[in-house]
C-alpha cells in the first residue's frame, strides 16, 4: 500500500492549492498535465523491487495518489483516500470506528443513502443506531451512551440546510471519546474545512461539487489520524472498492475550479433564496444565508460562504411540489447535486426515498435544488415559469 501525505504545498492558499498539490508535470515529457495512469499493474524489477512503490491497482495507482494528495492538502489533513463513491467511502470509515455492540449517533438530517447504509446494513451487524437533531447540543448529548464511538454529522444538511457547530460538536464528541465525522460535501473544502474546526475525519462524495461536473462518481476519507488512515487504507485495500485512474483524473481535473465554481454558486443560491423569501407560493426557504436561518450566525463564523444548495417548501403541497419539479427546463430533474448545471429534485421521492417512515422522512412538498453556475437571471425565470399558480 502506498501511503499518500499532503506536500509542502501547505503554505499556498486554496485556490493555489486547488491547481497546483500534488500535481507535478511528467519528468520524461514535461508534460504540465500528469498523465492518466491507465494500468492494473506495475512491473517489478526483479521480485519485490517496486518503481515508486506501486505494485497493483487495487493498492495504489499515481493518478489515484496525485487526487489523494490534493484532496488531503485542501482539507488540511496528512492523509487522504479515494474510493469508487462516497458511500464506498462511508463503508470503509464506518467498518474502521465501529465494531459489533458499539454506538453510532447520526444526524437527522443526512443523506438518506447515509441512513440506508447504517441502518440496513451495519446496524444488522450488531451496531446501534440513534438519529437526533445535531443542531441541538443538548438532545446530542442527551444521545451519547457509554458505547458511543462516533457522531457523524453532515452540515449543511440534506435536504433541509440545517448547520451543526462543528467546533461545538467536535468538544462533545471528544469528551465522550467518540470519532467525530463530518460529511462535507455539501459545502465542500472550499467553503468549510472540518478538520480545522476539530473533527477527527471528513467524509465526502466527489461526485458532487468536488468533481463539479457530473461526470464521475468518486468519494473520499481525508484524516491526520494515522491510526485511523491505516485502518481504512487496509479496508480498500482488503475490499477493493478503490476509484478508478479515469475517474480520479477527471475529478482532479474538475477541483481546478472549485474555488471559483463555489463563489459563483453560493452567489447565485442566494439570489434564489432571496428571489423565493416572501413569494406568495412558498411557505419556506431553507438556506443559510439568509439572515433569519436559524443556523445562519454559525455558518457565517464557519463557512466562507453558504453554497450553492437550497430547499423550498411550496404553499402547495405534494402535488404542486411534483408538478414544479417536472415543468423546469434549465433545472433538470435528476438524483445528485454540484455540478455546473443547475439540478432539481423532489427528496420525499428521490434522494430520501429510503427513509420513508423513518425519523428522516422528508415532507413531500419540499423542492431541492442544487443552483449551478448558469446565468442566475435565466435560473431564476426558470423557477418562475414553472410555479404552479
Ligand atoms: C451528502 C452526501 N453524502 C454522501 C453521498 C453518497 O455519495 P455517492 O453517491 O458518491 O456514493 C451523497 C450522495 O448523494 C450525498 O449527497
Same mark, same amino acid.
Given at each position: 500500500?502506498?501511503?499518500?501525505?499532503?506536500?509542502?504545498?501547505?503554505?499556498?492558499?486554496?485556490?493555489?492549492?486547488?491547481?497546483?498539490?500534488?500535481?507535478?508535470?511528467?519528468?520524461?515529457?514535461?508534460?504540465?498535465?500528469?498523465?492518466?495512469?491507465?494500468?492494473?499493474?506495475?512491473?517489478?524489477?526483479?521480485?519485490?523491487?517496486?518503481?515508486?512503490?506501486?505494485?497493483?491497482?487495487?493498492?495504489?495507482?499515481?493518478?489515484?495518489?496525485?487526487?489523494?494528495?490534493?484532496?488531503?492538502?485542501?482539507?488540511?489533513?496528512?492523509?487522504?483516500?479515494?474510493?469508487?463513491?462516497?458511500?464506498?467511502?462511508?463503508? $470503509? /470509515?464506518?467498518?474502521?470506528?465501529?465494531?459489533?455492540? #458499539?454506538?453510532? &449517533?447520526?444526524?437527522?438530517?443526512? @443523506?438518506? =443513502?447515509? !441512513?440506508?447504509?447504517?441502518?440496513?446494513?451495519?446496524?444488522?451487524?450488531?451496531?446501534?443506531?440513534?438519529?437526533?437533531?445535531?443542531?441541538?447540543?443538548?438532545?446530542?448529548?442527551?444521545?451519547?451512551?457509554?458505547?458511543?464511538?462516533?457522531?457523524?454529522?453532515?452540515?449543511?444538511?440534506?435536504?433541509?440546510?440545517?448547520?451543526?457547530?462543528?467546533?461545538?460538536?467536535?468538544?462533545?464528541?471528544?469528551?465522550?471519546?467518540?470519532?467525530?465525522?463530518?460529511?462535507?460535501?455539501?459545502?465542500?473544502? $472550499? /467553503?468549510?474545512?472540518?478538520?480545522?474546526?476539530?473533527? #477527527?475525519?471528513? &467524509?465526502?462524495?466527489?461526485?458532487? @461539487?468536488? =468533481?463539479? !461536473?457530473?461526470?464521475?462518481?468518486?468519494?473520499?476519507?481525508?484524516?491526520?489520524?494515522?491510526?485511523?488512515?491505516?485502518?481504512?487504507?487496509?479496508?480498500?485495500?482488503?475490499?477493493?472498492?478503490?476509484?478508478?485512474?479515469?475517474?480520479?483524473?477527471?475529478?482532479?481535473?474538475?477541483?481546478?475550479?472549485?474555488?471559483?465554481?463555489?463563489?459563483?454558486?453560493?452567489?447565485?443560491?442566494?439570489?434564489?433564496?432571496?428571489?423565493?423569501?416572501?413569494?406568495?407560493?412558498?411557505?419556506?426557504?431553507?438556506?443559510?444565508?439568509?439572515?433569519?436561518?436559524?443556523?445562519?450566525?454559525?455558518?457565517?463564523?464557519?463557512?466562507?460562504?453558504?453554497?450553492?444548495?437550497?430547499?423550498?417548501?411550496?404553499?402547495?403541497?405534494?402535488?404542486?411540489?411534483?408538478?414544479?419539479?417536472?415543468?423546469?427546463?434549465?433545472?433538470?430533474?435528476?438524483?445528485?447535486?454540484?455540478?455546473?448545471?443547475?439540478?432539481?429534485?423532489?427528496?420525499?421521492?428521490?434522494?430520501?426515498?429510503?427513509?420513508?417512515?423513518?425519523?428522516?422522512?422528508?415532507?413531500?412538498?419540499?423542492?431541492?435544488?442544487?443552483?449551478?453556475?448558469?446565468?442566475?437571471?435565466?435560473?431564476?425565470?426558470?423557477?418562475?415559469?414553472?410555479?404552479?399558480?
Amino acid at each position: 500500500m502506498t501511503s499518500h501525505t499532503s506536500s509542502d504545498d501547505s503554505k499556498y492558499g486554496f485556490a493555489t492549492r486547488a491547481i497546483r498539490a500534488g500535481q507535478e508535470f511528467d519528468p520524461t515529457t514535461g508534460a504540465i498535465i500528469p498523465p492518466i495512469y491507465q494500468t492494473s499493474t506495475f512491473v517489478q524489477d526483479g521480485v519485490g523491487g517496486l518503481r515508486g512503490g506501486y505494485e497493483y491497482g487495487r493498492s495504489g495507482n499515481p493518478t489515484r495518489a496525485s487526487l489523494e494528495t490534493l484532496l488531503a492538502s485542501l482539507e488540511r489533513a496528512k492523509h487522504g483516500v479515494a474510493f469508487s463513491s462516497g458511500l464506498a467511502a462511508e463503508d $470503509a /470509515l464506518l467498518r474502521s470506528t465501529l465494531s459489533a455492540g #458499539d454506538h453510532i &449517533v447520526l444526524g437527522n438530517d443526512v @443523506y438518506g =443513502g447515509t !441512513h440506508r447504509l447504517i441502518n440496513r446494513i451495519h446496524v444488522p451487524n450488531g451496531i446501534e443506531l440513534t438519529t437526533v437533531e445535531m443542531a441541538d447540543e443538548d438532545a446530542v448529548r442527551a444521545a451519547i451512551r457509554p458505547n458511543t464511538k462516533v457522531l457523524w454529522v453532515e452540515t449543511p444538511s440534506n435536504p433541509l440546510m440545517k448547520i451543526t457547530d462543528v467546533a461545538a460538536l467536535a468538544a462533545i464528541g471528544h469528551e465522550a471519546g467518540a470519532t467525530v465525522v463530518v460529511d462535507n460535501t455539501f459545502a465542500s473544502p $472550499a /467553503l468549510q474545512q472540518p478538520l480545522e474546526l476539530g473533527a #477527527d475525519v471528513v &467524509v465526502h462524495s466527489t461526485t458532487k @461539487y468536488i =468533481g463539479g !461536473h457530473s461526470d464521475a462518481l468518486g468519494g473520499a476519507v481525508l484524516t491526520s489520524d494515522d491510526e485511523l488512515a491505516d485502518k481504512v487504507k487496509f479496508i480498500q485495500f482488503a475490499a477493493g472498492a478503490i476509484l478508478a485512474p479515469m475517474e480520479a483524473w477527471l475529478t482532479v481535473r474538475g477541483i481546478k475550479t472549485l474555488a471559483i465554481r463555489m463563489e459563483r454558486h453560493s452567489r447565485s443560491a442566494q439570489a434564489v433564496a432571496e428571489h423565493f423569501v416572501g413569494h406568495p407560493e412558498v411557505v419556506a426557504v431553507h438556506y443559510p444565508g439568509l439572515a433569519d436561518h436559524p443556523g445562519h450566525d454559525i455558518a457565517a463564523r464557519q463557512m466562507s460562504a453558504f453554497g450553492g444548495m437550497l430547499s423550498i417548501e411550496l404553499r402547495g403541497g405534494a402535488d404542486a411540489a411534483k408538478a414544479f419539479v417536472e415543468r423546469t427546463e434549465l433545472f433538470q430533474l435528476a438524483e445528485s447535486l454540484g455540478g455546473v448545471e443547475s439540478l432539481i429534485g423532489l427528496p420525499a421521492e428521490m434522494t430520501h426515498a429510503s427513509v420513508k417512515g423513518t425519523p428522516l422522512e422528508v415532507s413531500p412538498a419540499i423542492v431541492r435544488l442544487s443552483v449551478g453556475i448558469e446565468e442566475v437571471a435565466d435560473l431564476i425565470a426558470d423557477l418562475e415559469q414553472a410555479l404552479p399558480r
